[in-house]
């Protein structure tokens, strides 16, 4: 069993490659080797039970990703993307990176003729526009973003190529992270993390919005077992649609904040600072979070039991110090 | 009012073009001049009213896409495509035309920054799977075919591209067209014109399918009196989605048949055959058709009344010596 993580660098694909090493095995077999691949070199998975190689990727080039994807990998993770804000800012990245960059990966496995498991992250980006709530497995899809456009996009071509037997795809809508680790991205749900993750190592953080607004969220703890349980569903299992909602819940930002309170005390929310950001409004007014993700619930994937446990998660997965 | 259609050498391109030419106005604008542009010359618009060019296209090259939407194009028509038995047999070619050609079509409306309206023709193949009927405005797309994901990529960026004011875009999933004049195309549902087409004139024609097969049609005349419609349209009337199902009316093939023998006697559906042709039923079952176009409705385009009107169109539009 060969993994290749493509955004191999990224938060959520550096937490799964160390899950997927811890765990060993992925789909029955054992991990042979796990490949992350990324724009920069990824970091590597420190003490790994299994061997991984870290490599540049860039999958606008196809020549790139034919070096990264062989008739040895087994299971591809394609977590690459140009994010919301960045996507909204220059649309050709947008297009040559989750559009054309999605397609060559596709291309490539198609060439290599292996039928690799491609588990593909789309976004709840995808969801948005006039198209009333709630959204379902069949709800349709108006991205209010350029990002969302594309990775609607890319969703159509894994079905696709799954349809035609090129590839085994899957893809999931990711929720919104939280609470996500390390560096700010240029995500405009960047405060949905920063506001918990700052405060609880004594910095301030700005929420842009008000404490009523709410949104769709999965911790990274979760999300990363959602992608792994998502690489073992089979065909018969996915049937025609292969992309879908991944489980997340709804909370206010006050709901969160409440949560981090109850578990690291009153210090944390006193850190967070409320100025509005009305460059971020046009993309937060477009995106909406009644979404019900019961397909991929039916499959075993999960949400988290509660915002107290994202607070958690994050203390014992990224600050084990604290 | 400078007009380019795309396709204009194809049965709709040509109907459309001779019907603005006749027309002479659209968005309450005089015509300047009708383009008609095509993968091989088109033929011109004999005896038209207006000025009109032929000249070849092929939208998979950017530089060739720019010979003909230039800075005079006001309004674009977009029918260029790859259809469905054709793009299931060679999917590069779909991939290029259908989704690369349609993204060169916008970019050069973008880069020349005059904000043409576009008016793309999508299909009702973006519809199927596992997506329960009806299909409203609102249904999640499930394409059962490279065809039907190709157009459904094209409905997403061409939504995109006028969220974000690049270009005024409106897309309509069009019916099946019958009676479709000419010869027959690689289009899969090339037996519901031709069993109506070959025996109103004498010869035979296969059908492949029982007379209880249902499907969504429209008439070449009403599909164009819709895009013509559908030019006319304000972003305003538009709204956030810019794609939409064009209005169609479901009948089986025998209720097609006796429309048939209502119009024209019963000589003309004695010379259909009725032979299985396996090899279509793998996208003829992933067809679905049962739509409600009411988007579409209340924006003012319209079906046709019965299948005898479709009948007696074909016989005035394009039998008119019969």
Not at 65 to 94: Q, R
Not at 172 to 185: A, C, E, H, Q, Y
Not at 195 to 217: K, M, W
Not at 267 to 294: H, S, V, Y
Request: with cysteine.
């Amino acid at each position: 069993m060969n993994i290749l993580i493509i955004g191999g660098g990224g938060v959520i694909g550096q937490k799964l490659g160390r899950a997927l090493a811890a765990r060993g095995e992925l789909r029955g077999k054992a991990i042979a080797k796990i490949t992350l691949a990324d724009i920069a070199d990824p970091a590597p998975i420190a003490n790994s039970p299994v061997p991984v190689e870290a490599m540049t990727c860039n999958i606008a080039d196809p020549a790139s990703v034919a070096g990264c994807v062989t008739a040895e990998t087994d299971v591809i993770y394609l977590l690459a993307a140009i994010v919301s804000a960045h996507a909204e800012e220059d649309l050709d990245a947008g297009l040559t990176i989750n559009m054309m960059g999605t397609l060559n990966v596709l291309q490539r496995a198609r060439a290599l003729g292996t039928k690799p498991v491609l588990v593909f992250t789309s976004s709840i980006a995808v969801n948005g526009g006039e198209v009333p709530q709630p959204f379902t497995d069949h709800t349709g899809l108006n991205p209010q973003t350029s990002y969302g456009a594309q990775k609607a996009i890319g969703e159509l071509l894994v079905t696709d190529f799954s349809r035609r037997n090129l590839i085994d795809g899957r893809g999931f809508r990711l929720p919104t992270i939280s609470v996500r680790p390390g560096k700010p991205n240029r995500a405009a749900s960047g405060f949905m993390s920063s506001i918990f993750r700052e405060p609880l190592q004594g910095q301030t953080a700005n929420c842009p919005v008000s404490p009523d607004f709410n949104h769709y969220y999965l911790s990274p703890r979760k999300c990363v077992e959602n992608l792994i349980k998502g690489a073992e569903l089979s065909a018969e299992d996915l049937v025609l649609n292969r992309c879908m909602p991944m489980p997340g819940r709804v909370w206010t930002i006050q709901q969160m904040v409440d949560a981090m309170t109850a578990v690291a005390g009153p210090e944390p929310a006193r850190l967070i600072t409320w100025e509005k950001q009305p460059e971020l409004d046009p993309i937060l007014d477009g995106w909406r979070m009644d979404i019900r993700a019961a397909k991929a619930e039916n499959l075993g994937l999960e949400a988290d039991a509660s915002f107290e446990d994202n607070i958690r998660y994050f203390l014992e997965d990224d600050l084990p110090g604290a």
